[in-house]
């Protein structure tokens, strides 16, 4: 029972109530149980196969499940009992540990070479904050790895005596940290979430000398586990199954140190700049457009912005630093074709910046397509987002962009969209790319991204239900006055033509609210595309409250009722919040 008071005179009294299975689950628990009370473990592996499209394997696992129901519900009988009720089957079907939306297992072939995969990659992974004055740490590298990060980026500079390697972002009053406890902590980390490979991408800007004691550092710190070919360029990528439990270095020669801004004319542009103002939630994926025509100021001499990372071969360079470098970044010496030019006996990286792959696209899309079968293509923020907020992911996907580094430390939906897309694959960093992204036709041609697709499925989704929110939320979160009125956002993130958001009715004073509302959405490119959804809490005075969010790849659900966790703003799961929801792909 709840108690809120109202206009200090009198008090409202609220019951928090389990709301009864829906219809649906009391349709499949009658079917299924043949119209009996009870649901024995055949039946249940009936309703896994049928209805929800599972495996034989995964099926023959019903007995335990059962068994880890029952446990759960009637630990003191269970002994007794050996068969569900219809409120049995209803909390099964509402448990994320026992009936999630997705397989939280690997399930691709990994033994494509690297250009082959997108890569859940970090920007600036060191900083803590925004990218002026925050402090550099290799705490934020190793809460990266354990989200399954694959791609971590360290800014390395000479410190202050000339002597040692820093970690800092340069020419901003960043606090540094010292390159060799960000290695340990890489190296003891590293693979707590995922056994494929960690890519170190260093932005260098040291001397020979101390490019050698970087060199140094690497083979003591990482030892056998430092993977570097044998001859100076890779023809081919290999695998990240050959990579298991290796780090790779990659990074290019060094360049002249570029004149510094002032910080206060950076901070100058950082308060000119509206992206320093988002929306907590941050920008719709939608308005893409918008943001970039207010924004994108890349002139044609700026394919030096194709060049935050222009490298140039060193004559000086360190030989034991080079022979460690296993991803050479790529050396574009004239404009974007030369830099999308694909070499049949080597590979190598290639850096652009959102607002430079967004220029290319308009003209070399299916360029970039042909670059990015063999060869990996690094996308990363531009420079104005001092407040380490993202940009939308989905350009670059499309592109076949396998590295689009992200501001792990940021917030809002851009971020939400790229922890959705690297759920898929049991959440292991590695998503294969679609194949009509690797294909070359009879005529030599690729995929065109600016090709408009006709629909080749439909998802339709139900939101039937929600829970949890009293569990994790205080009584007077969303309402000092009431219990709160949830509603549902549901969505696709994907190709242009697929995008959009509906919505819920809202239910008014109800913890455990209840829905029963089905949407459908049409999709041309249903291998990228994303379901997002979102709950908020209607405020009629202020903006409607978060409620919990998630993103999940549409090629990755299971088929039929399931149970979504939600998680914060950013990214961590909400302790109980839940909601029952059905799936069918046509």
């Known amino acids: 029972m709840g108690s809120y008071r109202v206009c200090m005179c009198f008090t409202r009294k609220f019951r928090v109530t389990e709301a009864e299975p829906p219809e649906d689950v009391k349709e499949a628990f009658g079917k299924y149980a043949d119209g009996g009370t009870h649901m024995t473990a055949e039946h249940l592996r009936r309703f896994l196969v049928e209805a929800q499209g599972e495996s034989d394997d995964a099926a023959a696992a019903a007995e335990d499940v059962l068994q880890q129901i029952l446990q759960k519900r009637h630990h003191i009988t269970k002994f007794a009992r050996h068969a ?4 049995d089957f209803h909390h099964y079907l509402f448990s994320a ?5 997705i397989h939280y297992r690997v399930h691709q072939d990994m033994e494509a070479p690297l250009s082959h995969y997108y890569i859940f990659t970090g920007h600036n992974s060191y900083l803590t904050g925004n990218q002026l004055t925050s402090d550099c740490s290799d705490v934020p590298v190793i809460k990266a790895l354990k989200k399954g990060v694959r791609v971590i980026e360290l800014d390395i500079w000479p410190n202050s005596t000339k002597d040692d ?10 606090t540094p940290v010292e390159l060799i406890r960000c290695l340990k902590s890489i190296k003891e980390h590293a693979f707590s979430a995922s056994p494929y490979p960690v890519i170190i991408t260093l932005e260098d800007h ?7 004691k970087v060199a140094q550092m690497l083979s003591q710190v990482f030892g056998k586990m430092l993977f570097y070919p044998e001859s100076d360029c890779l023809k081919e990528f290999p695998s990240p199954e050959e990579l298991k439990y290796r780090v790779i270095i ?4 060094p360049r002249e140190y570029l004149e510094a801004q002032s910080i206060k004319e950076t901070e100058n542009i950082h308060l000119k700049r509206k992206d320093f103002n988002e929306d907590v939630w941050g920008n719709e994926p939608s308005s893409l457009a918008a943001d970039q025509d207010d924004e994108d100021t890349t002139s044609d001499n700026e394919i030096t912005d194709l060049n935050e990372n222009n490298e140039e071969d060193s004559d000086s360079e360190a030989p034991e630093y080079k022979r460690l470098i296993a991803i050479h970044a790529g050396k574009p010496k004239g404009g974007i074709m030369e830099a999308l ?6 590979v190598r990286r290639l850096s652009l910046s959102e607002q430079a792959l967004e220029k290319a696209a308009q003209s070399h899309g299916t360029h970039i397509v042909r670059f990015t079968q063999k060869n990996i293509l690094r996308v990363y923020p531009k420079g104005t987002r001092f407040n380490s907020s993202n940009y939308k992911p989905q350009v670059g996907w499309l592109h076949g962009a396998q590295m689009v580094a992200f501001n792990m430390q940021g917030y809002g939906r851009y971020l939400w969209l790229m922890q959705g897309m690297f759920r898929s694959n049991g959440g292991c960093g590695y998503v294969k790319k679609p194949d009509f992204l690797m294909n070359i036709d009879s005529n030599n041609k690729v995929f065109d991204p600016k090709t408009k697709s006709q629909v080749k499925k439909t998802l339709k989704v ?9 569990m994790a939320f205080k009584q007077t979160h969303f309402d000092s006055y009431s219990p709160p009125d949830f509603y549902t956002r549901v969505g696709i993130a994907g190709a242009r033509g697929d995008e959009i958001m509906k919505k819920t009715k809202k239910k008014e004073d109800n913890w455990a609210p209840v829905w029963g509302e089905e949407f459908t959405f049409p999709l041309t490119v249903p291998e990228l595309a994303l379901l997002r959804i979102e709950v908020h809490e209607y405020d009629m005075s202020e903006k409607d409250d978060f409620a919990g969010q998630t993103c999940l790849p549409v090629s990755e659900l299971k088929p039929g009722i399931r149970a ?7 990214g961590e799961k909400l302790n109980s919040v839940r909601l029952l929801m059905r799936f069918e792909i046509l």
């Open 462 to 470: 139900k939101v039937y239900m929600g829970d949890g929110w009293h």
């Open 84 to 87: 569900l009720t219809l409120e």
């Open 97 to 101: 540990d026992l009936n999630p939306p």
């Open 564 to 570: 979504v966790p939600l998680f914060d703003r950013k």
């Open 165 to 174: 390697v820093h970690v800092l972002h340069g020419r901003t009053v960043t």
């Open 341 to 346: 030019k694909v070499e049949p006996d080597k």
């Open 206 to 212: 040291l001397t020979p000398d101390l490019q050698a």
């Open 250 to 253: 990659s990074t290019k020669p």
